[in-house]
C-alpha cells in the first residue's frame, strides 16, 4: 500500500521554472506516495494550507519553495506526529543546509523516500513560528533591501549585494535582553536568536556550533564600533563557521537560553526566517522536540567513503575471485 502525503508547492519561489518542477517531484514521489497537491497562492499561504492538511489527518507533510514556505508549512506540524519533509527552491535554501537536507530537488524527493526522520526543535517568535532564526538589525535590514527582482535577477548574490548597500547607512542600536536569570544591556549593530543555521548565516554564528535539539536558542549579539569593525566581524564569524570554532572578538557575544525578551532603542525591523514581520520588541520561545523532519540516512549497504582528489589514486575494480585480501 502506497504512503500519502500532503504536498505544499509554491509556484513562485526560486528562479525555475516551477511547472517543471512539480513535474519531476510528481515523477520522483508518485510512483511510491499518493500526493494530495496544494499550490499556494497570494490569497492562501503554506500556513494555511498546511494547518489545514492537519486537520484532515494527513500522514505527511512536504513543502517545496523558499525558507518561509518551509518554515509557515512547518509551523503548523509543531506539536504533532505528522513527519514534514522538504524540497527547497528557494534563493538562500538556508533551510536546508541547516539540516543537512540537499537543496536539489531528486536528492531532496530521495531523503523523502528513504523515510528516516529526526525530532528537531522549534520556536515561536511573538507567536508566528520559527524553525531558523530571528535577526533583529543589520539582517533584517539586509533582507529587507533582497526585494524579489532582485533575488530573481541575482539569486543568493542579493544577499550580499544588500548587505554592502546596508553597510553604507551603519548604525547600532541600543538593547536589553530579557532571560529567565538576568537582564542584558548593550550597544549593538545586529542581534540574531537562532534554533537553526548553516554557515552562511553569518550573523548566527557566536557560537558556531548550532545544535537543533537541544532545548536551547543561542543568541548572537555583533556590536563594532564602525563600518571597517563591522566587517572584520563579519568575516571572523564566517571563519568561525566554517572552523566550527567559537567567536574571539571582544565586539561579538554569545549565550543560550530557552526564551529571550529582546527590546531596542530605536525599534528595529526584525525578521523570521527569512520573511520580515514587523519590529522590536520581540519575546521568542523555544519549543523542545517540537516535530519531525525527514532526514539523509547512510544505507547500511552503502559505507562511508571519500577517496577523490589524493595524489595519484586509481581505482580499478576487483575481478570476481574467492582469493582472500
Known sequence: MKRSA???????????DSEQDLEKIQAILSPEIDLDIQLTTKE??????????????????????????????????????IPFGIISRGTANAFAAALEIPDTIEAACEVILQGGTRTIDAAYCNDLPMVLLTGIGFEAETVDKADREAKNRFGVLAYIIAGFQQLRSF????VEIETDDKIIKASAAAVTVANAAPPTSVLAQGPAAIIVDDGLLDLT?????????????????????????????????????????????????????????????????????????????????????????????????????????
Do not use: W
Not at 260 to 287: A, H, L, M, R, Y
Open 44 to 81: 492562501v499561504g503554506a500556513k494555511e494550507l498546511a494547518e489545514a492538511a492537519v486537520k484532515r489527518g494527513v500522514s505527511a507533510i512536504i513543502a517545496s519553495g523558499g525558507d518561509g514556505t518551509l518554515s509557515a508549512a512547518a509551523g503548523a506540524v509543531v506539536g504533532t506526529d
Open 221 to 325: 549579539i555583533v556590536a563594532p564600533a564602525n563600518k571597517a569593525a563591522a566587517i572584520a566581524a563579519t568575516f571572523h564569524l564566517f571563519q568561525t563557521a566554517s572552523t566550527g570554532n567559537s567567536v574571539e572578538r571582544d565586539d561579538i557575544g554569545y549565550m543560550q537560553a530557552k526564551k529571550f525578551k529582546i527590546t531596542t532603542d530605536p525599534p528595529q525591523k526584525v525578521v523570521v526566517d527569512g520573511e520580515i514581520v514587523g519590529s522590536t520588541p520581540v519575546s521568542i520561545e523555544c519549543i523542545p522536540a517540537a516535530f519531525k523532519i525527514f532526514v539523509p540516512t547512510l544505507q547500511q549497504d552503502d559505507p562511508i567513503e571519500k577517496l577523490n582528489g589524493l595524489p595519484n589514486l586509481t581505482i580499478e575494480p576487483k575481478s570476481d575471485s574467492k582469493e582472500s585480501i
Open 171 to 174: 548604525e547600532t542600536f541600543d
Open 6 to 16: 500532503c504536498l505544499i508547492f509554491n509556484p513562485v519561489a526560486g528562479q525555475s
